[in-house]
Structures are given as structure tokens and as C-alpha cells.
């Protein structure tokens, strides 16, 4: 069994920064990708930014600019620092790894495991 943990989420004023962590436990896998993903109460479930191992980063139009993902694919771990938030952005936030061969890893149905989701609640 695989788990993923995520860490870092709280409550900011707007303007401010977080720092997401997210690292994986349990069976041993290889990802190919890892990524974060945020809900807000009432919205489908979105797409923040990912990282394909050693082929490129992808961030999502709202927040390219402000955050930043970064990780270690050996320990399977990823990190999202988050600048310059806004009320907008308070969600739950997901990390997630894919361990399947994928064109593009910017849908729910490209990653395999996910985290319980952290809370992110930014206040005007």
C-alpha cells in the first residue's frame, strides 16, 4: 500500500506564502510524475502544477508566476511553495503520483495515488 502525506497547509492572509510537502510511505514504487491538485467548496477538482520527472513542469494559468513545485523523484516527494496567495485560492489541496506512462499528466484519471488533501484557507 501506498501512502502520500501532505503537510504545510494553514490559514494566511492574502498576499502571503505556504509551503506544500507531500511524501509517499509504504510499498516501494517508481512515479513517473507528481503533482498537486486543489477542490473548492462547490468546484471540480483542479489541476495546480506537476512535475514530469526529468521532462518538464506544467503550472495552471492562475497561479503560474506565484508557485512554484519542486521535488526529489527518488524519495517520491514533492513540494509546492506557494507565493502572493489569494482568497480565491482557499481549497483543499491533493497531492498526488502517477506510476503509469502518460502524454500528459494534467488529468485526475493520469495519477494513481493521492493524498488525504491538505487545507488551505487564505483571508482578504
Known amino acids: 500500500q501506498v501512502q502520500l502525506v501532505e503537510s504545510g497547509g494553514g490559514l494566511v492572509q492574502a498576499g502571503g506564502s505556504l509551503r506544500l510537502s507531500c511524501a509517499a510511505s509504504?510499498?516501494?514504487?517508481?512515479?513517473?510524475?507528481m503533482g498537486w491538485f486543489r477542490q473548492a467548496p462547490g468546484k471540480e477538482r483542479e489541476i495546480v502544477a506537476r512535475?514530469?520527472?526529468?521532462?518538464?513542469?506544467y503550472y495552471g494559468p492562475s497561479v503560474k508566476g506565484r508557485f512554484t513545485i519542486s521535488g526529489d523523484s527518488g524519495k517520491n516527494t514533492v513540494y509546492l511553495q506557494m507565493n502572493s496567495l489569494k482568497p480565491e485560492e482557499t481549497a483543499v489541496y491533493y497531492c498526488?503520483?502517477?506510476?503509469?506512462?502518460?502524454?500528459?499528466?494534467?488529468?485526475?484519471?493520469?495519477?494513481?495515488?493521492w493524498g488525504q488533501g491538505t487545507q488551505v484557507t487564505v483571508s482578504s
Open positions: 498526488a503520483a502517477a506510476s503509469r506512462w502518460s502524454t500528459w499528466y494534467d488529468r485526475d484519471r493520469d495519477y494513481d495515488y
Open positions: 509504504g510499498r516501494t514504487f517508481s512515479s513517473y510524475a
Open positions: 512535475i514530469n520527472w526529468g521532462v518538464n513542469t
